[in-house]
Antibody, heavy 124, light 107 residues
Framework: EVQLVESGGDLVQPGRSLRLSCAAS????????MHWVRQAPGKGLEWVSG????????GYADSVKGRFTISRDNAKNSLYLQMNSLRAEDTALYYC?????????????????WGQGTMVTVSS | DIQMTQSPSSLSASVGDRVTITCQAS??????LNWYQQKPGKAPKLLIY???NLETGVPSRFSGRGSGTDFTFTISSLQPEDIATYYC?????????FGQGTKLEIK
């Protein structure tokens, strides 16, 4: 079964760091670009970051640029999101999502597999 | 960044109704648009890719069309299980922005 499972979400204080993980199974991670998408409570979807199959292309939303770092370990079939200098507005359910495309800079793109999400709460 | 504007933001319709949601891009995105369905407490699900292609396993009552800046998503005959929030997403340029969502309810 094709599956993505996120972990690492927690309650943290503003200014602290957190690392999210996403474990893939049922498919070969290094054939695809991968993404993080977040959803604040009661709000819509916000694309956070994406990474191409070989980490050669990476993109970030302006809201997280300079604070968050996406990475992947294809040998471990895993995707990561290092989140530093966390703010209250980063509070959200974080989903990892598989792209249908291998390279971030070449269309088309569609997020065809999603995890169940991991909750990050930033509060003092 | 490309802004995606969906309308309406919420919609109430009866079972069997034809439902249409629109999505407008702030610039030409060709057909680089997807539609997702998100049921309460669940992850989003891809329904339509490249503006008009139905994802495998998705019922044929769902359809999409459009190119350039104006797109529509249609449910030809609303079913009770279609209650969800629907999002459009552009992938012409990073960041791959989503519309604000359309919450669909049964009347």
């Amino acid at each position: 079964e094709v599956q993505l499972v996120e972990s690492g979400g927690d309650l943290v204080q503003p200014g602290r760091s957190l690392r999210l993980s996403c474990a893939a199974s049922g498919f070969t991670l290094d054939d695809y670009s991968m993404h993080w998408v977040r959803q604040a409570p009661g709000k819509g979807l916000e694309w956070v970051s994406g990474i191409s199959w070989n980490s050669g292309s990476i993109g970030y939303a302006d809201s997280v640029k300079g604070r968050f770092t996406i990475s992947r370990d294809n040998a471990k079939n895993s995707l990561y999101l290092q989140m530093n200098s966390l703010r209250a507005e980063d509070t959200a359910l974080y989903y990892c999502a598989k792209d249908t495309q291998w390279d971030l800079k070449h269309p088309p793109h569609a997020f065809d597999i999603w995890g169940q999400g991991t909750m990050v709460t930033v509060s003092s | 960044d490309i802004q995606m504007t969906q309308s309406p933001s919420s919609l109430s319709a009866s079972v069997g109704d034809r439902v249409t949601i629109t999505c407008q891009a702030s610039q030409d995105i060709s057909n680089y648009l997807n539609w997702y369905q998100q049921k309460p407490g669940k992850a989003p699900k891809l329904l339509i890719y490249d503006a008009s292609n139905l994802e495998t396993g998705v019922p044929s009552r769902f359809s999409g069309r459009g190119s350039g800046t104006d797109f529509t998503f249609t449910i030809s005959s609303l079913q009770p299980e279609d209650i969800a929030t629907y999002y459009c997403q552009q992938y012409d340029n990073l960041p791959y922005t989503f519309g604000q969502g359309t919450k669909l309810e049964i009347k």
